[in-house]
């Protein structure tokens, strides 16, 4: 709104928005795995009460090789026609559904280990 | 912003008929809330987790697990719900229809304040009891 008349690329920001986006998004997923590993350290280190913090690792890593992927794609110019990521939104989408409900299993299951 | 309709060499086509690739900044626009939606899920996913494992014991331990579980559930709709929501923007801008309009953050925010209710209310229990 204020950079409006900027002569190259106007919209160059989006695109890095964009990927900035996803990288962040790929660092809080990594965070969320940190915490889980928390509780590891305190107790049992029972290989069942890894799979949350694994399965975390795991999503933000797919986050953060998606992140890589668009940058490349949108910094392309011309950009691309088709730039949807419909496959990549479906993919975290339900990566984040499935890695809240193993946490939410997981942390009601050994509540008393700890 | 959105009404700088002029196509520049390099720039793909705003795309005026129906069913065609919308304008990327849309998309990317949709994308980029998409994840912000996400990232909200996640940071109530990390405060579930908190709340469930750092927290120390209280005197009333199943008052913890209640906040844990309607946190995880909060995050699970936000997760979904930013998807549906993506879902519902891309076909609106592919088909040049208007933005379905959606009260989906006020039930966030009501959900929000129902978890500060309760978190409040286990603060002021363990306070007057320990």
């Known amino acids: 709104m204020t950079g409006a008349r900027t002569p190259r690329d106007p919209d160059g920001s989006q695109a890095e928005?964009?990927?900035?986006s996803w990288?962040?998004?790929?660092?809080?997923?990594?965070?969320?795995?940190?915490?889980?590993?928390?509780?590891?350290?305190?107790?049992?280190?029972?290989l069942v009460g890894l799979i949350?913090?694994?399965l975390a690792a795991v999503v933000a890593l797919c986050t953060y090789v998606i992140a890589m992927q668009r940058q490349r794609t949108l910094r392309r110019r011309p950009l691309p026609n088709r730039i949807a990521a419909r496959r990549q939104v479906y993919l975290i989408g339900t990566a984040m559904l499935v890695l809240i409900a193993v946490t939410a299993v997981a942390q009601s299951i050994p509540g008393h280990s700890g | 912003m959105a009404d700088d309709t002029t196509t520049r060499a390099g720039e793909p086509d705003a795309g005026t008929a129906a069913q065609h690739e919308p304008d990327y900044r849309f998309t990317l626009a949709n994308e980029r809330t998409f994840?912000?939606?996400?990232?909200?899920?996640?940071?109530?996913?990390?405060?579930?987790?908190a709340v469930v494992q750092l927290?120390?014991?209280?005197?009333f331990p199943d008052m913890r697990?209640?906040?844990?579980?309607?946190?995880?559930?909060?995050?699970?709709?936000?997760?979904?719900?930013?998807?549906?929501?993506w879902e519902q923007t891309d076909r609106?801008?592919?088909?040049?229809?208007?933005?379905?309009?959606?009260?989906?953050?006020?039930?966030?925010a009501v959900g929000l304040a129902l978890v500060g209710v309760l978190a409040l209310w286990l603060i002021i229990a363990s306070a007057s009891i320990g």
């Open chain 1, 23 to 46: 990288t962040r998004t790929s660092f809080a997923v990594l965070a969320n795995g940190a915490l889980l590993m928390i509780r590891n350290l305190h107790g049992s280190t029972h």
């Open chain 1, 17 to 20: 928005r964009t990927s900035l």
């Open chain 2, 35 to 49: 994840l912000a939606w996400q990232r909200t899920a996640l940071g109530l996913l990390a405060a579930a987790v």
């Open chain 2, 65 to 85: 697990h209640v906040l844990g579980v309607v946190l995880a559930v909060l995050a699970m709709l936000t997760s979904a719900m930013g998807l549906l929501r």
């Open chain 2, 55 to 59: 927290v120390q014991p209280m005197t």
């Open chain 1, 52 to 54: 949350p913090a694994g």
């Open chain 2, 92 to 108: 609106a801008i592919r088909h040049g229809n208007p933005l379905a309009r959606h009260p989906t953050p006020a039930y966030l």
